[in-house]
């Protein structure tokens, strides 16, 4: 029998993981695993846990939101030993999950880990120490999810991101930057926001507009200009709700393998939508075929309506 870690984080979401557990872990059994489990107990221990633990083990499992697989996925990535990723979406968003085609229901995700098969993926870097799955992101809106305290995304869900991201209405600011990238190309402007975005999903929506192949070595730029027009406020953020990026002339947006974010200030920017640090540069480039997920479909397929499951 092959040896599986399941890393999972009690309180991603409403805290759903408690109630299927033993579920799991007899479907786990029965798929021919024994299986170890780790509930972690704060930031940062499930990559502590699985960089001393991975080598022991033939699959490693995440339960929990993005942030949570984001310390997993850091994790392999230290170590360097290839071994396949298993993941099974228990947050608010689970926009990863989304992208590999993984079902929002716990049971059916387990069962995807034992009936699938490992497909490599790129993966984000940030300031070559730091990575990324799906977007690294700065300005408008961005701090929303490590702001919203845990206790309202479990009792409210989804819902406590909007209560949020009205309280930020009032703190809007563009950002003066340069962006260079790939072969001697530039950005340059005031933003209010920016992402390197390697993704078909974000927010729980499809991205429109934006061509995202999650295997061949790039990822997306996306800038969303100053607005000094206030009524062109309302038109801009319901362009981005909807993820279309192409339809407004507010908004650059480029494809690159790498990119540097230049700042005249230090700017705070998260990771998977978990704090990733305030830094006047940023580099992010991409690592391909990076890590190996375990998926049903070689090549998942997105549809363009809004995600509403475990949500």
Not at 111 to 132: C, L, M, Q, S, Y
Not at 195 to 223: P, R, Y
Request: hydrophobic share 40%.
């Amino acid at each position: 029998m092959k040896k599986l870690l399941f890393i999972f984080n009690p309180n991603a979401g409403k805290g759903k993981i408690q109630n299927v557990l033993v579920d799991i872990i007899k479907l786990f059994s029965e798929g021919g695993y024994i299986t170890t489990t780790y509930p972690t107990k704060a930031s940062k221990d499930a990559y502590e846990f699985a960089l001393k633990h991975e080598s022991d083990y033939d699959v490693l499992v995440c339960a929990g939101g993005d942030g949570t697989l984001n310390e997993v996925v850091g994790a392999v990535l230290k170590n360097g030993l290839g071994t396949p990723v298993g993941y099974i979406p228990g947050g608010t968003m689970n926009d990863w999950g989304a992208n590999l085609g993984i079902p929002a229901d716990m049971m059916k995700a387990a069962e995807v880990i034992v009936e699938g098969k490992p497909v490599a993926f790129d993966i984000g870097r940030f300031n070559t120490h730091a990575n990324f799955n799906y977007v690294a992101a700065f300005g408008a809106f961005t701090e929303i999810a490590y702001d919203t305290p845990q206790s309202m995304k479990k009792i409210i869900g989804q819902t406590a991101y909007g209560v949020t991201a009205l309280k930020s209405l009032t703190q809007l600011r563009p950002y003066k930057l340069r962006v260079e990238y790939d072969d001697g190309k530039e950005l340059e402007g005031n933003y209010l926001f920016g992402m390197a975005c390697n993704s078909k999903i974000i927010g729980g929506f499809k991205l429109t507009g934006m061509h995202t192949d999650l295997h061949d070595g790039k990822f997306e730029v996306a800038l969303i200009k100053e607005i000094k027009n206030p009524l062109d406020l309302t038109g801009l953020f319901g362009a981005v709700l909807a993820q279309n990026y192409m339809d407004r002339e507010n908004i650059d947006i480029v494809e690159a393998s790498k990119a540097k974010f230049i700042f005249e200030e230090p700017v705070k920017w998260t990771l998977d939508g978990e704090y990733g640090g305030c830094v006047r540069e940023a580099e992010v480039d991409i690592v391909p075929n990076a890590i190996k997920f375990i998926i049903r479909d070689p090549e998942p397929v997105v549809t363009n309506k809004k995600i509403t499951e475990n949500m």
